[in-house]
């Protein structure tokens, strides 16, 4: 009996061993994959995933990082184009050196009050005389043109005799007047009989305004019913390009433009031929600012003019001049009329110096007349040149 129930016990040991590794092996075969499930035809198409080129279908636009979900959940966040600039409209120029009158007078009261208080003095000796002298030297008049003041001044007080300050007033508006010109011929030059569109290169030293005037006498161009196209050919200073472009903007004119230290003769030359094709009134190149100790600088500046004429011939070049450099500006209107020739005058930062008379001696130096003056730092502060105006501004009321 008890051999039979240890028989029927390994009997069972067995079987179950056989059981185990039968169950064994099967798992570790691998189970077939699952049969791939039918396309859902009704379901979107998987999002893209944001700046992965690969996955982008070519047909659909391609959402920006503004238009992405943030991850907390908040709206998506959109970055609007800003707004064209508005086109403004600058006020006319016709008599705009009369209405600033007030802001030139206040800075030159030190020329022309200086000069009446001493005039007005009942007894004029040598030192009276000599202390008029030191007013128009210091005012930057110039030595020839103060000798010939004086003397003219002299010869006229003595023939005079009593003196009223009507008569004295009188006196000096005419002998300014004469020094300053009445004849020259002050008018911009935009408006060749023969052709389209008047060709204006503006020149001068860094820091006397060059760019700034350049875009304003654009301005002053638009007010006077002109269409413009600005050229960007001072390639060299950070910013000058955004600069002349933003002036240009503000007023509707197209500015050329080119890479930073390329070729400012390339881009005059674009410019030019860019006005030509727009069929535009005129084209104001702004050059680089020279330094007129630079003799390779210079001659740059010469084959931009040169590069130009291959369109058709400068009708202006503008020598912009800061009123506060005094003599050191005349050298500088020495050197660039030998490099080009100069055929009008930009005097800048008139609003904040008693230097007036660097107006007579300027124009003594070159033989070329002074066209606009820059009154202070206003969009609208560059006005045409009036002799008159400006003699009385000198002078007072």
């Given at each position: ?230 050229g960007a050919a001072d390639t060299f200073r950070a910013a000058a390009a955004d600069q002349l472009q933003t002036w240009g903007e503000r007023v509707g004119a197209y500015t050329v433009r080119g890479p930073e230290g390329g070729d400012p003769a390339s881009v005059a030359f ?128």
């Amino acid at each position: 009996m008890e051999t039979v129930i240890l028989a029927v016990v390994i009997a069972v040991v067995v079987l179950g061993a056989l059981g185990g590794l039968v169950i064994g092996s099967r798992r570790k075969k691998p189970l077939p994959p699952p049969p791939p499930a039918a396309p859902d035809i009704t379901a979107p198409p998987a999002e893209p995933h944001v700046g992965d080129e690969a996955e982008t279908p070519r047909d659909e636009p391609r959402r920006t990082i503004e238009e992405v979900d943030l991850p907390d959940g908040t709206a998506p966040v959109v970055v609007e184009e800003p707004p064209a600039p508005e086109i403004e409209i600058p006020e006319p120029t016709a008599g705009r050196l009369v209405r600033l009158r007030a802001r030139l007078s206040r800075s030159q009261n030190a020329l022309g009050q200086g000069l009446l208080t001493l005039l007005s003095r009942e007894h004029l000796d040598d030192d009276t005389w000599e202390e008029i002298e030191d007013i128009l030297l210091t005012a930057d008049v110039g030595v020839q043109p103060t000798t010939e003041l004086v003397e003219r001044l002299r010869e006229r007080v003595k023939v005079l005799g009593t003196r009223t300050p009507a008569e004295l007033r009188g006196l000096l508006r005419e002998e300014l007047l004469t020094l300053v010109g009445t004849e020259a011929d002050r008018e911009v030059k935009t408006e060749p009989a023969d052709r389209k569109p008047g060709i204006v290169m503006v020149v001068g030293v860094n820091g006397t305004g060059k760019t700034t005037t350049t875009g304003k006498l654009a301005r002053v161009l638009v007010a006077d019913g002109r269409t413009v196209v600005l050229g960007a050919a001072d390639t060299f200073r950070a910013a000058a390009a955004d600069q002349l472009q933003t002036w240009g903007e503000r007023v509707g004119a197209y500015t050329v433009r080119g890479p930073e230290g390329g070729d400012p003769a390339s881009v005059a030359f674009d410019a030019v031929k860019e006005g030509k094709e727009m069929g535009v009134d005129v084209v104001l190149i702004d050059t680089a600012g020279r330094l007129h100790t630079k003799t390779g600088l210079m001659d740059e500046l010469g084959k931009v003019k040169r590069v130009v004429e291959k369109h058709a011939p400068l009708d202006e070049v503008l020598l912009v001049l800061d009123a506060t450099t005094g003599q050191n500006g005349l050298v500088q209107a020495r050197v660039f009329a030998e490099v080009v020739d100069i055929t009008g005058i930009v005097l800048t930062k008139l609003d904040g110096t008693a230097k007036g008379g660097i107006v007579i001696a300027v124009q003594r130096e070159l033989g070329v007349p002074v066209k606009l003056i820059g009154l202070g730092e206003g969009a609208d502060d560059l006005a045409p040149f009036e002799p008159e105006a400006f003699v009385d501004a000198l002078i007072g009321d």
